[in-house]
C-alpha cells in the first residue's frame, strides 16, 4: 500500500561518464532532505567545490556540503580504506559530514584482493584490457553475483575474519592460476590498512537500505538518487560490453539499488556535457581526429578527477543521447561544459550512423568502431565567452539554437545550463 506520492529524483550521467554530475548535484543537493549513491564505488571522481577549494568525491555523495543526510546505498561497492581516506580530507573543508552520513548494510566491501585481480585481469587482457580505474569494481560486483560477496553490515558479525580469510583465499588461488605475483609486503600493510580501515567503518550508523530509503519517503522527506559512471556504461545496456562499469547505471538502478519500487522514482535529470568525453578503451564513434581532440582537451581540461588520465574528447552523439534518454525516461537535461565550446569555430553534432553503407539512427550491436561513420551537422561557433552566465539573456544565439536542436533531436528540455565548474555557475530555466 503507498501511504503518499512522494517520489524520488534522480541524477544521471548520459554519456560515457564525467558529464558535470558531482556539480549539479551539489548545487541542487541544498532542495533535499537526503542524497543517496546507488550503485558503483571509488571508481567515480565527482567534483565539486567548497569556497575555492576543489573536493573529489569517490564513494559519498555529492550532498555532502548541502544536504543534512547522505545515503550510500545497497548497490554500492564500498572500499573501507577509500572511503575512511576520502571522509577525512572531506571533513578538512566541510563540518559536520561524518554525522550527515549512513551506510547501507547491505553494500558489498571491497577487499584489498579484489584489487589485485582487477589489475591481474586488466594485465592478462593485454592490449584487449578495458581500462579500468583498477579499485576492484568488476571483481567485486562479480563476488556479489556469485554470492560469495562480504556485506558492510557483516563488520559487526562475529564472523568477519572467518568470512574474509575464505574470500581472500579463494582470491589468492585465483591470483596465482592467473600468474600474478603478489608482492608480499605490500599486501601485509595493505591488509592492516583495511582492518584499520573497518575499525573506522564500525563507527557509522548502518541502516537497512530499503527500510530506510522508503521509511524517508513516507515521512515525506525529499530524496535525490545520484548515480556514478553513466548510462553507456551500463553493465546491460551500454553498446560498447565489454567495455562498461559492473553496474546498472540508468534510472532502473535506483530501484535495484535502493530498495524502491519503479512508481516512486519522480524526476529523471539526465546530465549531459555540450561535447562527449570517454576514459578507458572501447569504441567511440564521435571521437575527434587528434588535433581538434587535443585542442578539446586542453580546452575543458579533460583529465581523470581521480586517475588523471587524459579523456578522449569527441562532438556530441545524439544517437547515443537518445538511447540513454530512453533507457531511463530522462524528464530533463542538464547541459554542462557549454562554456568550453565557446572556443571552437565550428561544433559537429553527430545525428546518425552509417554501418555498412546504411545510415541507422539507432546503436548497432556490432560495435566494431572502424564500422560505425557518424553522420555529422555542424554549427557555426558563437565564440564568445559565456563562463559563468547566469541568466539565458546573457547566452548568444548560436548557444540558443546549439540548446534547441538538442532538445528537439530528444525530445526533452534543458531545464539546467552549466557555465562553468564552480557551484553558482548555472542558468535554471
Ligand atoms: P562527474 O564524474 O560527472 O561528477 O564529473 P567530473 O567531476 O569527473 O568531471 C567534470 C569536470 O568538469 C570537473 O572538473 C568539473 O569541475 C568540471 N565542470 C563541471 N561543469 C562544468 C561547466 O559547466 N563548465 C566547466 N568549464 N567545467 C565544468
Ligand atoms: P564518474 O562517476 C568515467 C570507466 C573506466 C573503464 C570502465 C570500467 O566519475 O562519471 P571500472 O573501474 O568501473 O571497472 O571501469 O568504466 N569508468 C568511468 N569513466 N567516469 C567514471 O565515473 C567512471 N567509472 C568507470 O574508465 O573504461
Ligand atoms: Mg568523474
Known amino acids: 500500500m503507498q501511504t503518499n506520492d512522494n517520489k524520488i529524483d534522480v541524477v544521471i550521467g548520459l554519456q560515457w561518464g564525467d558529464e558535470g554530475k558531482g556539480k549539479i548535484v551539489d548545487a541542487i543537493a541544498g532542495k533535499y532532505d537526503l542524497v543517496a549513491r546507488f550503485q558503483g564505488g571509488s571508481n567515480a571522481g565527482h567534483t565539486v567545490f567548497v569556497g575555492e577549494q576543489k573536493i573529489v568525491l569517490r564513494t559519498l555523495p555529492s550532498g555532502i556540503i548541502s ?46 584482493t579484489h584489487k589485485l585481480l582487477d589489475k591481474a585481469t586488466e594485465e592478462k587482457k593485454g592490449v584487449g584490457k578495458i581500462g ?12 556479489k553475483v556469485g554470492r560469495l560477496g562480504i556485506r558492510s553490515g557483516h563488520i559487526f558479525t562475529e564472523n568477519f575474519k572467518e568470512k574474509y580469510d575464505s574470500l581472500t583465499s579463494h582470491h589468492r588461488m585465483l591470483l596465482d592460476s592467473m600468474g600474478f605475483a603478489v608482492d608480499k609486503e605490500l599486501f601485509e600493510k595493505n591488509e592492516r590498512d583495511f582492518f584499520d580501515a573497518i575499525e573506522y567503518l564500525k563507527t557509522f550508523t548502518f541502516v537497512e537500505c530499503s527500510n530506510f530509503v522508503n521509511a524517508q519517503l513516507d515521512a515525506g522527506k525529499k530524496i535525490l538518487a545520484e548515480g556514478a559512471q553513466a548510462s553507456l556504461l551500463d553493465i546491460d545496456h551500454g553498446f560498447t560490453y565489454p567495455f562498461v ?35 578507458g578503451s572501447g569504441p567511440f564513434p564521435t571521437r575527434c581526429e587528434p588535433e581538434m581532440e587535443a585542442k578539446l582537451r586542453e580546452w575543458g581540461g579533460e583529465f581523470g578527477a581521480v586517475t588523471g ?11 547515443a543521447l537518445k538511447k540513454a534518454v530512453m533507457l531511463s525516461g530522462v524528464s530533463e537535461l542538464a547541459i554542462t561544459k557549454l562554456d568550453i565550446l565557446s572556443e571552437c569555430d565550428t561544433i559537429k553534432v553527430a545525428t546518425t550512423y552509417t554501418v555498412d553503407g546504411e545510415k541507422i539512427t539507432h546503436m548497432p550491436f556490432e560495435t566494431d568502431a572502424e564500422k ?20 539565458e539573456k546573457e547566452l548568444p544565439e548560436g548557444s540558443k539554437q546549439y540548446l534547441a536542436f538538442i532538445e528537439q533531436s530528444v525530445g526533452v528540455p534543458v531545464s539546467i ?5 564552480e557551484r553558482l555557475e548555472l542558468i535554471f530555466r
Not at 579500468?132 to 563476488?143: E, Q
Not at 530501484?255 to 524526476?267: D, E, H, M, N, S
Not at 578522449?312 to 544517437?319: E, K, R
Open 67 to 112: 544536504a543534512p543526510m547522505n545515503l550510500i546505498g545497497a548497490n554500492v561497492v564500498l572500499d573501507p580504506v577509500a572511503f575512511r581516506d576520502e571522509l577525512e580530507e572531506v571533513e578538512k573543508y566541510v563540518r559536520g559530514a561524518k554525522k550527515r552520513l549512513v551506510l547501507s548494510k547491505e553494500a558489498n566491501l571491497v577487499l584489498p
Open 132 to 143: 579500468t580505474t583498477l579499485r576492484g569494481i568488476g571483481p567485486t560486483y562479480m563476488d
Open 245 to 279: 562499469t559492473s553496474s546498472n547505471t540508468i534510472a532502473a538502478g535506483v530501484c535495484t539499488g535502493l530498495g524502491v519500487a519503479p512508481q516512486k522514482i519522480g524526476r529523471v535529470i539526465g546530465i549531459m556535457k555540450a561535447y562527449v568525453t570517454r576514459v
Open 309 to 319: 588520465r587524459p579523456r578522449g574528447c569527441g562532438w556530441l552523439d545524439i544517437v
Open 372 to 391: 560505425i561513420i557518424p553522420n555529422y551537422e555542424e554549427f557555426v561557433g558563437w565564440k564568445k565567452t559565456i563562463r559563468g552566465a547566469h541568466s
Open 417 to 421: 545550463i552549466s557555465t562553468g565548474p
